[in-house]
Every structure is written in C-alpha cells, then in structure tokens.
C-alpha cells in the first residue's frame, strides 16, 4: 500500500525499560541494529499496526506496554534503488512513519524474538536513549534522529538522564520529514554515543538464537 508519492504507511517502536533505555535490535544475519518497526496494512490504524508489529517482531502484547507518546506527523526516508526489488521500482520510493514511545510494564522474560516463523532479529539489548546510529542502515539514520528527539521531549523523569542531552553529531546526510502534509528536507545527520564493532558481545539481559531462519531482504 503506498501514497501517491510512493512512499508505504509504517510504525517505528521506540521501547523503554524502567531505566529509560530503549530496545534495540540486530538485524538477522546482518550487522545492523535497529528499532522494531513495520508496514501499515490496508484497513489498520497506526496504533493497531504497532501492536501487530511489537508482537510479531519482540513477542509483546498490548498488556505489556503502555503508550507514552507518538509523532505528530510522517517521517519519511527514502530507499536507495539496490535495496528496491526490479519490479517494485519507479513505483515504490521509501516509507513514512508514525513513531511510537512506549513504556515496558511487563518484564525482560516477556521479550521472545521467535513469536512468528519469520523473526527481523536475532540479538537485542538494552541501550542508553540516545542509540548509535553508526550501526543502522544508512539512509534510515536521519528519520531516527528526528523521531528519538521529538519523543525525548516526553521521557518518563529518570534521575541522571538529561531530555535533551544528544550527543556528538555529524550532519553527513539529509533526512526528508512531511509536515501537516507538505515534505520537506532537513539537514540532518548523526552519531549518537559510542560505535559498535561488528564483533559485538550481548550484554546482560540480551539475547541471541543460534538457529535463525533465513534473513527477509524485503525493507520492513
């Protein structure tokens, strides 16, 4: 289902834990990190899309979570054309989401990365707000950036986190974002904290399955 720019409806998940650190996800059988996040289907709500999509990408249910706050508008990023199936080109030009804040109100234990036959992760952690955006898929970076600042503002209080405290940034790259309708293009870059090597070691409290399924080349 795509708009009449060729840009397809999506949710992006930004989860936290009492501490105010957000899931964060490895791609399967890539070296990618990155937020849950997924497609809107025809006849979904955005909010109902989310739902679908914490279940089928982290095992989570309505009852685990609690809605903090949502974009007010559509974030867009646009998908280079080697990332685009032949046949979808010309036609499909990226995605634009609504992003969610939601807060875990149930337990790590509740997290299961194998809800469906077709998991998008094989590894995840807790990580500190402000993620670093070295280790997502490049032209996915700026939409990040736009979508953890505009919910920062909204932040449960956590004693030692500073709301608006984004760290080093290196404006390399543009991020489009539509605002009440019209798009247009912000400077927008960004390495938020540490990099990661792709030679990672999961922390306490992540996870890894040895066994995944074959990885899904479709953009989600």
């Known amino acids: 289902m795509l708009d009449r720019e060729g ?16 899931f964060w996800g490895k791609r399967i059988r890539t070296h990618s990190w990155q937020f849950p996040q997924g ?17 089928e990408e982290v095992g989570l249910f309505p ?12 974030l867009r990023y646009e998908v280079p054309d080697r990332f685009i199936r032949r046949e979808a080109r010309g036609h499909y030009r990226g995605q634009k989401q609504i992003w969610y804040l939601l807060q875990l109100v149930g337990n790590d234990w509740d997290l299961n990365l194998r809800a469906t036959d077709h998991p998008e992760f094989d590894a995840w952690r807790w990580n500190d707000y402000w993620v670093p955006l070295d280790v997502v898929v490049e032209f996915k970076r700026g939409v990040y950036e736009m979508a953890l ?3 920062s503002r909204y ?10 405290s984004n760290p080093t940034r290196q404006r390399s790259f543009d991020a ?3 605002v009440s309708g019209t798009s247009g293009t912000s400077g927008s870059s ?14 306490p409290g992540g996870s890894f399955d040895p066994n995944p399924s074959s990885a899904n080349g479709n953009e989600s």
């Open 190 to 203: 960004g390495v938020f904290g540490f990099n990661m090597s792709a030679h990672f070691e999961l922390p």
């Open 39 to 55: 497609g809107i289907d025809r006849g979904e709500s955005p909010e109902q899309a989310m739902y679908r999509e914490l279940h």
């Open 63 to 74: 009852e685990h979570v609690r809605i903090v706050a949502r974009t007010r508008d559509w």
């Open 7 to 22: 840009f397809r409806p999506n949710v992006g998940i930004v989860l936290l834990n009492q501490k105010n650190q957000v």
């Open 155 to 164: 932040l449960p209080r956590n004693e030692g986190f500073q709301r608006h």
């Open 149 to 151: 600042t505009e919910l």
């Open 176 to 178: 489009r974002i539509e």
